[in-house]
């Protein structure tokens, strides 16, 4: 069958000089399909037979037949092999026409609910989400005066990975979290002070939610916590787009004390976590918020069109929320984990009082460190169109802690007044948040590192 495909594609070359089927084999040829089999005689086959007006026959059964092989009379909804390969297809064109097709003046999309490919002429537009970055635009580090000082202690952890892999087990329970969210939701929209907020507060958000642009807020993946943890493999952002760290194939080459099968079956759960999702909830309230150009997208199903086309509010830690990677060459303060699978934040350029590593500190008998860290990083999204908001931290206490400084009001007005430009706009910044650990919930937040970035535009 294969050779039968072969020949046909082969075919296809000789009599058919069409722009679309020019592109579908460069794309086939490229890199971003380079280290699949399946992909490129996917896309061929139905690109192939649209270019020869033959689209109609174009079918899960048909496509099972002559792509994968399978029997005339298989059963395409016990063996969902079509469908779990056009999933990644359309994946892979979205990493494709993201990165190294960018230039592309022709782009392939392909529906869901089908398998014929959509032909459209890309047109490059101004960004209506916010002004591009000037092309002078760089992070520059302002002074700050040192952080107050902290009884915080900073000695190593001491306690395996148990605890980090727990917690991610405890998102199995999506239920009680809906729930939660719904209840919170009530709360909220009969709480009248939530709406209150300073002049500079409505700066910086009208900024991340800007009346004539599209802000997507981006919840974590639970599921991919599940998979990093009984493997120990973490999952780059090139792996999470493609999907290809949840293919069941894949897995047989990863070490993991679960089977391939379990493993790929705990990569492809659609968990959140309780604290991302009270996350999201706190940010739909926010006046600023409109569903005409803000929406809560699930980290898996954000396109790399979309990431770099809005501003982006990101939640959790990037082992949960591999787009982080996105703003991380710009972070002075990176989670990291060590050879013993232990997470500390890492401090690239430290400065004076300041650790070179933040790591948690326990108390004997405890179910979790007593102190942990959390990050708040406002950074131009590498597109230079809008904004990106990333909130993470050591396990989803830390997390937390950065959403609380937040939506905390007076401590977060007056470090946004502290930084402020002369015009009342807001500059890159990051916070390197201590708090305390109560039972999985953060109390207690102070500000332990920080840095603020500027433009030549606003220097001062």
């Not at 032909?119 to 960004?127: E, I, L």
């Not at 949840?246 to 099968?261: G, L, Y």
Request: with cysteine; aromatic share 8%; glycine share 6%.
């Amino acid at each position: 069958m294969a050779t039968t495909l072969e020949n046909s594609h082969r075919s296809s070359r000789q009599h058919i000089r069409d722009e679309r089927w020019e592109l579908a084999r460069r794309i086939a040829e490229s890199a971003t399909f380079a280290r699949s089999e399946q992909m490129p005689k996917l896309l061929l086959y139905v690109c192939k037979m649209t270019v020869a007006g033959r689209s109609e026959e174009i079918n899960e059964q048909r496509i099972g037949v002559d792509v994968f092989g399978r029997s005339p009379n298989y059963d395409p909804a016990v063996d969902g092999i079509v469908r779990s390969h056009a999933t990644r297809l359309r994946q892979r064109l979205e990493l494709y026409f993201g990165s190294e097709g960018a230039h592309e003046t022709l782009r392939i999309e392909i529906p869901r609910g089908g398998y014929v490919p959509h032909f459209s002429t890309h047109v490059t537009t101004a960004s209506t989400v916010a002004e591009p970055l000037p092309s002078s635009f760089q992070l520059v580090p302002i002074e700050l005066a040192p952080p107050p000082s902290t009884s915080f202690p900073e000695k190593p952890s001491g306690r395996a990975w148990i605890k980090p892999f727990l917690c991610g087990l405890a998102v199995a329970v999506a239920i009680i979290a809906i729930i939660l969210h719904l209840r919170r939701d009530a709360v909220l929209q009969s709480d009248p002070s939530h709406t209150k907020q300073t002049e500079v507060e409505r700066k910086f958000w009208n900024t991340l939610f800007p009346s004539n642009g599209r802000t997507l807020i981006v919840p974590g993946d639970s599921g991919l916590v599940l998979y990093e943890t009984v493997t120990g493999h973490e999952a780059t952002l090139a792996d999470y787009i493609n999907g290809s760290y949840r293919d069941v194939n894949a897995q047989t080459s990863v070490p993991s004390t679960a089977s391939p099968s379990l493993t790929a079956d705990l990569a492809s759960r659609r968990y959140t976590s309780f604290v991302d999702l009270g996350i999201s909830s706190q940010l739909s309230h926010l006046p600023q918020w409109s569903h005409e150009h803000a929406e809560t997208v699930f980290a898996r199903d954000l396109r790399p069109s979309d990431a770099n086309s809005s501003n982006l509010i990101l939640i959790g830690s990037r082992q949960a929320n591999p787009w982080i990677s996105l703003v991380e060459p710009s972070m002075t303060f990176l989670l990291k984990t060590n050879g013993n699978a232990k997470f500390y934040f890492l401090n690239r350029h430290p400065l004076a009082g300041e650790q070179p590593q933040y790591l948690p500190s326990e108390e004997p008998g405890s179910l979790g460190a007593s102190i942990v860290f959390g990050d708040v990083s406002y950074l131009p999204n590498p597109s230079g169109r809008g904004m990106v908001l990333a909130l993470s931290g050591l396990w989803m206490s830390g997390t937390q802690s950065a959403a609380n400084f937040i939506f905390s009001g007076h401590d977060f007005t007056d470090w946004l007044n502290s930084i402020a430009n002369e015009d009342g706009t807001i500059p890159p910044f990051e916070l390197l948040l201590g708090t305390k650990n109560l039972q999985g919930s953060a109390t207690n937040s102070s500000i332990i590192a920080k840095r603020v970035y500027q433009d030549k535009h606003h220097g001062k």
